[in-house]
């Protein structure tokens, strides 16, 4: 489950490259049959890492799909829940339908489900991937912890009123592929539109909290950062190329930057994960590019490292040098396993300057894959740094690593720390 309030996301998948891409509606309420049970059981494995169901459902010292997350929402605390074997506190005594019924349309046998889980995306998963998902999680590890209470108030705590959100928000959309794109294409459009969900977070929400279906993947602020704008349009005006999006998808890092907070925990749980052909379709998808040819690979064009005497005397270079050039390097280079390189970085380069804002704000924890792919903690600036110091480091950074030559104002930071205060 991917909490559609607080996880920024991009994506999920199927497990062979000869997928059908079948709708989600199903008239099989039977289980999955024994015959090629542990190779169903090994695809339901790898379709719950691609839906980052671990990484939901699992908190640092519990048991694996355990529960017990928290997630802030504008209506008080969800904790996921256990989705393990286990008869008691979990999933164990679930049908086959029963499972359908949860995942698909968000309706378990305690009562309905907050869309937090995204059953409004798994609707489109079709028939023998949920068999496979029904096959591994009827299988894991029982999970003896408890499940926790919700934080939610009144009259949101009433799961009746869950039925007329899905009457009014949920019109069960099943997948369809596109007429005249490649079956990589729509390989790519079966997972981010279904079992990834990446919707959920990168398209913005209306009054009852529903994605607005007319402005698809154009960003949203979840969890006090930005899901950013992930359409093809959008992608290519900042540069982003085929093979730095599927290094980013793959590795959770690219020339153009390093994933963080919410995104890291996509990353190390779910994406990285992925086979190649996955991350090959869903950068297709998301472009809506065929896949280079090696040869034809188009890299980025890199400004100069060197600080020219203009960029010296902005107000900014000072608190750069003070605050950003131990770790990021004088120059923006950045230090392996340390900090990323600031030159042509995403978060920086994109004009919405909301994650720029929040992250030296806030700062960032340790994100951490391996002893060979590690980043340092960023401490934040919010008590020493005032609204026209950032805005003058923000246009340092702008106009020193990027193409953007705009000035930030003190009252633009001043907006977006509102915004942090009260999202």
Known sequence: MKPS?????????????????????????QAPLSENMAQLIAQGKYLAAAGDCSGCHTIESGQAYGGGRAFDTPFGTLYSTNISSDKQHGIGNYSYQQFVDAVRNGVAPKGNLYPAM????????????????????????????????NGIGFPFNIRMGLKVWNLVAFDKPTFTPTADKTPLWNRGKYLVQGLGHCGECHTPRNFMMATEQDHPLEGAVVNYLNAPNITSKNLT???????????????????????????????????????????????????????????????????SLVASQFDTKLPGYRIYMDKCSGCHGQNGQGTPNVAPALQNNATIENSNIFNTVAVLNNGIERQ????????????????????????????????RFTTQMTTTTAKQVADIKKQLATN
């Not at 309030?5 to 309420?29: F, P, Q």
């Not at 040819?293 to 890299?299: E, F, K, R």
Request: glycine content about 4%; aromatic content about 10%; overall charge negative.
């Open 5 to 29: 309030l607080k996880i920024s996301v991009v994506c999920g998948l199927l497990l062979s490259s000869g997928a059908v891409y079948a709708e989600a509606s199903s008239t099989d309420t």
């Open 237 to 303: 005006q900042e540069h982003w190329t085929f093979n730095n999006l599927a290094q980013f998808l793959k590795t959770g890092q690219s020339p153009k930057g390093t994933a963080f907070n919410d995104m890291f925990i996509v990353e190390k749980h779910s994406l990285t994960q992925l086979n190649d052909h996955d991350i090959t379709a869903i950068t297709s998808y998301l472009l809506n590019q065929a896949q280079p040819s090696q040869s034809a690979a188009s890299q980025p064009k890199l400004t």
């Open 368 to 399: 951490s894959y391996s002893q060979e792919q590690t980043y340092y903690a960023m401490p934040g600036y919010k008590n020493s740094l005032n609204n026209q110091q950032m805005a003058d480091l923000i246009t340092y950074l702008h106009k």
């Open 118 to 149: 995204p059953y409004t995306s798994y609707h489109r998963i079709n028939d023998h991937d949920m068999h496979a998902l029904y096959a591994y999680f009827m299988q894991t590890k029982p999970a003896t912890q408890p499940n926790r209470e």
